[in-house]
Every structure is written in C-alpha cells, then in structure tokens.
Nanobody, 126 residues
Framework: QVQLVESGGGLVQAGGSLRLSCAAS????????MGWFRQAPGKEREAVAAISWGGGTTNYADSVKGRFTISRDNSKNTVYLQMNTLKPEDTAVYYC???????????????????WGQGTQVTVSS
C-alpha cells in the first residue's frame, strides 16, 4: 500500500520561502520517479517539478524555474520542494505523486503518476 503524506504548507508573504516535504511508504522509494503538482481554486492541476528515481535528473515547469528546487533523500523516503521568491500566483494546494512504473525517468505529465498524496495548502499573500 503506497502512501504519500505532504507537509510544510502554510501562509507566507510574497518573496518568502517554504519547503514542502512528502514522506512515502510502501514500495521501494528509490526505484520510483517523483513529482510535485499544484491546483489553484478554479484552475486545472498543473505540474511543478519532477525528479528521477536516483535524483540525478530534474524537470521544472517554466513558471517556477529558478525559484523552486526539487530534491529527494532516498534514505528517508522523502521528496522535497524548496520554494523561494514566492508569488501570490503560487497559491494552490500542492500534491506529491509517484510514478507507476520503475525507473522510467522524469516527466511532468500527470497521467504518468499512479499515486497521489492528500495535498498541502500554500497561500502567498501580496
């Protein structure tokens, strides 16, 4: 049974920083690529970042490049999203996700992810 539990969300002023964590259980964490997605009210879910199973490859949405950093610690079964220079338009529920297949490489395509966390709210005030 795969479970993903996000934490670290909250309220922050524009220009501030937050670090999200996603703790995974079930399966061998180090075998799977991971991703972060977000969904703002009234909008479709969008990709934020992805990281390969070993951590050597990362992808980012254009809207967060240079501001967000995805990383993982396979010894702790945890993936992180460091968010800097936050903007009001970053306000959303953030979800982590695990790809369904083993070691396939990074992708920002949400349909490639089989398991999702419950989400954590990030609110950026102007």
């Amino acid at each position: 049974q795969v479970q993903l539990v996000e934490s670290g969300g909250g309220l922050v002023q524009a220009g501030g920083s937050l670090r999200l964590s996603c703790a995974a259980s079930g399966g061998t964490f180090s075998d799977y690529d991971m991703g972060w997605f977000r969904q703002a009210p009234g909008k479709e879910r969008e990709a934020v970042a992805a990281i390969s199973w070993g951590g050597g490859t990362t992808n980012y949405a254009d809207s967060v490049k240079g501001r967000f950093t995805i990383s993982r610690d396979n010894s702790k079964n945890t993936v992180y999203l460091q968010m800097n220079t936050l903007k009001p338009e970053d306000t959303a529920v953030y979800y982590c996700a695990r790809r369904g297949g083993l070691r396939r490489g990074t992708t920002l395509e949400s349909t490639e992810y089989a398991y999702w966390g419950q989400g954590t709210q990030v609110t950026v005030s102007s």
